[in-house]
């Protein structure tokens, strides 16, 4: 059974950074997908990281290349996204999933089978 649970959501103000975890049990570190997403309110669920457990590759979103780095912790089981530089922007609740190893766009939705229960983040100015 996949049981994803995130952690580290949080109030911070612009410019802080913070570090998001995910606990992924049951997934299969060297072939799944893995990502975070995040959604605000009246907002569409967005893709801001994924990383490719087939081939090691990583994708961003445009909005956080530069500022947020996605990465994976086999041993430990878990997947991290660090966020620095925040902007307000960036406010969301921000889920982690994990899908197979298929094609298709990192960031859609629907190639991600399972998902967490979120943890917000929230950044003021």
């Known amino acids: 059974e996949v049981q994803l649970v995130e952690s580290g959501g949080d109030s911070v103000q612009a410019g802080g950074s913070l570090r998001l975890s995910c606990s992924a049990s049951?997934?299969?570190?060297?072939?799944?997908?893995l990502g975070w997403f995040r959604q605000a309110p009246r907002n569409a669920r967005e893709g801001v990281a994924a990383?490719?457990?087939?081939?090691?590759?990583?994708y961003y979103v445009d909005s956080v290349k530069g500022r947020f780095t996605i990465s994976e912790d086999h041993a430990e089981k878990k997947v991290y996204l660090q966020m620095n530089n925040l902007k307000p922007e960036d406010t969301a609740m921000y889920y982690c999933?994990?899908?197979?190893?298929?094609?298709?766009?990192?960031?859609?939705?629907?190639?991600?089978?399972?998902w967490g229960q979120g943890t917000q983040v929230t950044v003021s100015s």
């Open positions: 990383i490719s457990g087939l081939y090691g590759r990583t």
């Open positions: 999933a994990a899908g197979p190893p298929a094609g298709g766009d990192w960031n859609a939705t629907s190639k991600y089978r399972y």
């Open positions: 049951g997934i299969v570190f060297n072939a799944d997908w």
